[in-house]
């Protein structure tokens, strides 16, 4: 390679790994792992939802949060998994036999799992972006320029909404209201 200049071959991803750069992008995401990951990590965000909607500072409602995540990417280092994720929480209640949607949020997250004694996960840590100037630098630092499209779609919260439907023992069609 001349000097002065970058390659685009493997001797640039060897000058890249060696100065300890990390470049992100969506790649391969592990099925069988995030199928053992998954599960934990929406009930934790459902579980650290709890309190921060409006829905359930009124009692009628019965609101109860659902999350959902898609992996950008999955990293298993033994006994820890790093999962860099796209989540999407709603709080949905019911009203006059509709479903109500009382609060929502989409966002970037990464979450440190560890394996536990029998086999399973447990989440550890768990960072977000913040709010404010700051969320454009956290979101680029933790998954690179190249998911950065992946996190500007919205989320579908189809299966949510079908998730609140069945807890409230409502219809597949009933509609969704505003809180």
């Known amino acids: ?10 001797g ?4 890249l790994a060696a100065t300890g750069v990390w470049a ?9 792992l995030w199928g053992e990951v998954r599960p934990v990590i929406e009930a934790r965000l459902a ?18 949060w659902f999350c959902r995540a898609e992996a ?10 790093r999962a860099g994720v796209n989540t999407l929480c709603v709080e949905y209640g019911v009203r006059d036999g509709s479903l109500v949607e009382c609060s929502a949020g989409q966002a970037p997250q990464v979450l440190r799992l560890a ?4 086999g399973g996960y447990r989440v550890v840590s768990r960072e977000r972006a913040p709010d404010g100037a700051g969320n454009a630098r956290w979101t680029r630092d933790h998954f690179g320029r190249f998911a950065g499209s992946a996190l500007d779609r ?9 998730a609140a439907r069945t ?13």
């Open 1 to 10: 390679m001349p000097a002065g200049r970058w390659g685009t071959g493997a």
């Open 12 to 15: 640039a991803v060897v000058v």
């Open 24 to 32: 992100m992008w969506p790649g391969h995401v592990d099925s069988r």
């Open 47 to 64: 579980a650290e939802s709890r309190g921060s909607g409006y829905g359930e500072a009124v009692p009628a409602l019965e609101a109860h």
């Open 72 to 81: 950008l990417d999955l990293d298993d280092h033994g006994d820890e998994v």
């Open 115 to 118: 394996r536990t004694a029998d």
């Open 154 to 162: 919205p989320m579908s919260a189809g299966a949510l909404e079908s």
């Open 167 to 179: 807890l409230f023992g409502l219809p597949a069609d009933a509609p969704v209201a505003d809180c």
